[in-house]
């Protein structure tokens, strides 16, 4: 056999092993989170995100801030005595040397965290839990340290869309967000990895689609709505993203580490006895929104406490993900948004406008402006054209950017000459 092809094909088994690592990865997760959940919270005959009000306040206080003990106690364990454990962007862009035992234990903390009620994203469970595995197996291949990068870079996206069930945004992440990095190798590994990690979702849970909205309709008024919405709320998102960019990193060895966590954990359970929505990774926030009766008082009360709780938790240095909170973040603004603009202009569509209020905090805070657009699509069931009233906002907030940095740049450099 001619070696190139040889190579390929060996190659495409690689992209195909890691995609369904990610799958399976992704799945079992799924089913330890309902475990933990039901251990937590007790039973509960419907879906945990949609019961989450019904649970008695002690008890949901209580798991928090066993949740707090948890996480404290064992990153705390995993600095002290553990190999270090990296972000995937370093393991990818600095060839750092991946420790699958430290990788592995640390999103199964995240994952067990926030299925006790921690109000950071699980979708980070996945990604370092696949990104471990997957890497334990490259060992027994020859590869260049570029090629391992690229396969743990898909390793890690394609969980990340085997959870969410968004194999189109998935790709799209990959390349925007971890690679960052346009290429023909790059867009056809991040395919083909997403693809397969969610067929073997689909295959073993069926394929469901997680915040399902019958097919959304717009108007004009929604596109004028959508581009002031990005310019004028982008602002209040940026300011968010700089606070928790500034959080300095917490040495997880240190006895501090450990009241700090446990602290942030009861400062959450207190503000879960008033806003139980806010525990999780934000589904039951986000689907509050969208299908719970509209109260605004209550509603802008839930933004504030999830916004609260999941800075407070990032600053004590507890670890998890970005994308569930930030889509349940700006649905509540633009529902606020919407229901604002509703009583004094022509009617939009609510529900549009939490999506779009959704799609814009996530790409935002996540960077990744382009597989947002996507993301939302997919995970809504939502046909590809109702991405434009999303990438209207998104190239608002994105314009509003610039010219904000324009200005800044402008008002330093004027400051030098004078």
Excluded at 151 to 179: D, H, R, W
Aim: charged residues 10%; glycine residues 6%.
């Amino acid at each position: 056999m001619n070696k190139s092809i040889e190579n390929q094909l060996r190659w495409l088994a690689l992209l195909l092993l890691t995609g369904i690592t990610a799958g399976l990865v992704a799945s079992t997760l799924t089913v330890l989170i309902h475990l933990i959940q039901t251990l937590s919270f007790g039973n509960h005959t419907g879906a945990f995100s949609l019961e989450i009000a019904d649970i008695s306040p002690f008890r949901r206080s209580l798991a928090v801030i066993c949740a707090g003990l948890v996480a404290a106690f064992g990153w705390y364990t995993l600095g002290k005595y553990a190999k270090p454990f990296y972000t995937i962007k370093a393991i990818v862009h600095e060839h750092t040397e991946t420790h699958p035992m430290s990788q592995f234990f640390h999103g199964i903390l995240q994952l067990v965290t926030v299925s006790m009620g921690s109000p950071l994203g699980r979708e980070g469970a996945s990604r370092e839990v696949s990104v471990a595995l997957t890497a334990s197996w490259l060992h027994f291949f020859q590869l260049t340290k570029e090629e391992i990068s690229l396969l743990l870079a898909c390793a890690s996206g394609a969980a990340l869309g085997a959870v969410y069930n968004a194999p189109l945004a998935t790709l799209i992440f990959i390349l925007e967000n971890i690679l960052l990095k346009w290429s023909k190798r790059n867009f056809l590994s991040a395919t083909i990895t997403s693809f397969m990690a969610v067929w073997t979702v689909r295959l073993i849970s069926g394929n469901e689609v997680q915040y399902f909205l019958k097919p959304l309709s717009w108007n004009p008024y929604l596109f004028v709505w959508a581009c002031l919405f990005g310019l004028i709320i982008a602002i209040l998102i940026f300011a968010y993203k700089a606070l928790l960019t500034a959080i300095p990193k917490r040495h997880l060895a240190s006895s501090k580490y450990i009241y700090m966590v446990v602290a942030s954990f009861m400062l959450a359970a207190l503000l879960s006895i008033a806003f139980p929505q806010i525990l999780g990774n934000g589904k039951a926030g986000l689907l509050f929104f969208l299908h719970a009766k509209q109260d605004l008082p209550y509603t802008s009360g839930l933004l504030l406490a999830k916004a609260v709780a999941v800075y407070v938790t990032f600053y004590a240095g507890t670890y998890g993900g970005k994308i569930a909170p930030s889509m349940m973040m700006g649905g509540g603004l633009g529902l606020l948004a919407a229901v604002f603009w509703n009583s004094f202009l022509p009617d939009i569509s609510v529900a549009f406008a939490i999506v779009i209020g959704a799609a814009l905090f996530l790409a935002i805070i996540n960077n990744i402006p382009i597989a947002a657009i996507f993301f939302l699509v997919e995970i809504t069931g939502q046909p590809l054209w109702n991405g434009l009233p999303i990438a209207t906002a998104i190239l608002a907030a994105l314009a509003c950017q610039k010219l904000a940095q324009q200005m800044i740049k402008k008002d330093r450099s004027a400051r030098t000459i004078s």
